[in-house]
């Protein structure tokens, strides 16, 4: 089988093309240059390219580079931007993996006659068990580094062209195969940063350039004044630090969060933790890997890539369950605004949509 690998220079991906090619397929690797700006990591920089020809060469495959940043550049840093001018909390790997790389790198190994493509993500695909049947997304075997969730925007079309050869080995196990190879990203750090946020200021710094940020005013719930922040546009639903250091709002030792943000009016509202419960949390944008399930059914539900699923169950708003909600078993931590809300069967990822930011109350 003719295979193109994405290869971001990490350990992972090395792995993934090692053990294709030991399988005996006909390997390729690739590295797509995302980030036209300046980045120190987030398999975009100089470093990371070199590392993964340099891999490829130890392996004896041929290297591509393809430069997708035009891609990028409209698909995932621009919505990026203009969610958080908008006051919401965007996602944008789960948005650089819907369009770049399992939409624009699938379509190039299409062009390039590759029969399947593969990468070094934590999670299994479950082939068909008949004829006919469907393909499945599972979690992966190391559960501290599954990455099941970023991935849960992928249908039949994708899966069925998909190889994860590291979905099966806990991260021990993949830098062990990687040292024993002789693999000079066998002990190279995860990347832990999204790529273009990399420069001088991180975030701040980096949508300073892209919009106006303006400073806003943190109210307690009675609507007094209790502090200010630089940034509204930079504060989200749930966050505790960078609230302007208010004093006096709750009893002493109790945390504070913001439980309300109106970029609009640049006014940040702080609450308690019980203030941050919800009954439940409304979707939309919803995707699913075969088909959703049923109304009423018991799923897992994951609203960030390495939090623990809560129990609950789906209510979907209409035949096409392109909209719906899901009510926790019981109060949970409300979810912001453009965050990927991710619904799982035991292990399986079933699929998943946005928050809208609009909580399910007790009283629905």
């Known amino acids: 089988m003719r295979v193109l690998v994405a290869m ?76 958080h001018a908008a006051g919401r909390t965007p996602n944008p790997c789960v948005a650089c993996n819907r369009h770049v790389k399992f939409g624009r790198f699938v379509r190039r190994a299409e062009q390039l006659g590759f029969d399947a493509v593969a990468t070094g993500h934590h999670a299994r695909v479950v082939a068909p068990v ?56 066998a002990a190279k750090p995860d990347s832990q940063d999204v790529c273009f946020l990399g ?9 300073g350039t892209r919009i106006a940020l303006h400073p806003g005013t943190v109210v307690d719930r009675a609507g ?45 509202t702080l609450g308690g933790p019980g203030e941050l419960l919800a009954a439940g949390v409304h979707i939309d944008d919803a995707g699913w890997v075969v088909s959703p399930p049923a109304a009423g059914e018991g799923v897992g539900v994951q609203c960030s890539a390495h939090g623990v699923p809560v129990p609950g169950r789906w209510e979907p708003a209409g035949p096409a369950a392109r909209r719906g909600r899901v009510v926790w078993d019981r109060p949970a931590r409300r979810v912001a605004a453009g965050q990927s809300v991710v619904l799982y069967r035991h292990d399986e990822v079933l699929g998943g949509g946005t928050a809208t930011g609009l909580a399910v109350t007790a009283a629905e």
Do not use: I
């Open 8 to 83: 971001s220079g990490g350990v992972d991906s090395s792995v993934a093309a090692l053990l294709l090619a030991e399988a005996g397929h006909d390997v390729v690797g690739a590295t797509m240059k995302l980030w036209a700006g300046p980045s120190t990591s987030g398999c975009c920089s100089v470093a990371d390219v070199e590392d993964a020809r340099a891999v490829a060469d130890r392996l004896g495959l041929v290297h591509h580079v393809f430069n997708f940043s035009s891609t990028f550049e409209a698909a995932v840093v621009e919505p990026y931007v203009a969610e």
């Open 130 to 185: 008949r004829s006919g049947g469907h393909w499945r997304l599972a979690r992966g075997a190391d559960r501290a580094k599954d990455q099941s969730y970023v991935l849960h925007m992928l249908g039949q079309a994708e899966l069925s062209r998909l190889l994860l050869p590291v979905g099966e080995l806990t991260k021990e196990e993949v830098r062990a195969r990687a040292a024993g190879a002789g693999l000079r990203t």
């Open 199 to 207: 420069g001088p200021g991180g975030r701040a710094g980096f949508l």
């Open 224 to 268: 007094s004044t209790v502090g200010r922040v630089d940034a509204v546009e930079l504060v989200t639903v749930g966050q505790r630090r960078g609230l302007g250091n208010p004093g006096g709002l709750l009893p002493p030792g109790q945390r504070r969060y913001a439980v309300d943000v109106d970029v609009a009016g640049a006014v940040v």
